[in-house]
């Protein structure tokens, strides 16, 4: 009886220190940079995303690498006629990729391994319009996921990972690819763009 009691003091002992080192290796969402302008912040992944950790983080980028990768970003709005696209828009302008880059490249540089860079970007001439967005390394990949484009913001708002309703999707450059959430290319998600980093 006496051996019964000393083993489950054991393994209480063992799920204790197991949820304890667990509690200790989250922090507290982590702001790299805020301004009027953008905001940059380490967080963990939504719920509702694909869990796809641990990340390869932290993880140094060139911030003109990332320039470059922002700069080039495309997205295409819905067309109403079947089998017709609309025409390609910058995701960023050159001001806000320019931006974004630096604040991007030191937020991974500091992530922990379950962490992603947040950020939320004003439309140059819309100011109450936002981008908004994630981005993380997984593998030698750069994941960039764009949540909203251009929406309005509303503080306070909470809203759990959904597609937008307007239809758009981003474009992939070259040696570009959307994520898929099923083998053989299939579950294509449109607003999320994987970019190699060899």
């Not at 953008?38 to 990340?55: A, D, K």
């Not at 696209?85 to 391994?113: D, N, W």
């Not at 484009?149 to 450059?173: A, N």
Request: aromatic share 8%.
């Amino acid at each position: 009886m006496t051996s019964i009691i000393a083993k489950i003091g054991v393994m209480a002992a063992l799920l204790l220190a197991l949820g304890v080192s667990n509690s200790c290796s989250t922090r507290p969402n982590l702001v790299v940079h805020q301004s009027d302008t953008l905001s940059v912040v380490l967080r963990e992944l939504p719920s509702g995303y694909p869990p796809l950790t641990p990340h390869k983080h932290p993880y140094t980028i060139s911030h003109k690498y990332i320039l470059d990768i922002l700069a080039s970003l495309d997205y295409s709005e819905g067309s109403l006629l079947p089998f017709s696209q609309g025409r390609a828009h910058r995701v960023f302008s050159q001001h806000q990729a320019e931006l974004l880059a630096p604040e991007l490249s030191k937020a991974l540089s500091l992530a922990l391994p379950q962490e992603v860079a947040a950020f939320t970007l004003a439309d140059d001439e819309k100011p109450d319009r936002r981008t908004t967005g994630l981005g993380f390394v997984l593998g030698d990949e750069l994941h960039l996921i764009i949540e909203e484009l251009r929406k309005p913001f509303y503080q306070g708002e909470q809203k759990p990972y959904q597609q937008q309703l307007f239809r758009w999707e981003l474009l992939p450059g070259s040696r570009q690819r959307h994520y898929t959430s099923r083998p053989g290319g299939k579950g294509v998600i449109t607003n999320w763009i994987i970019t190699p980093l060899l």
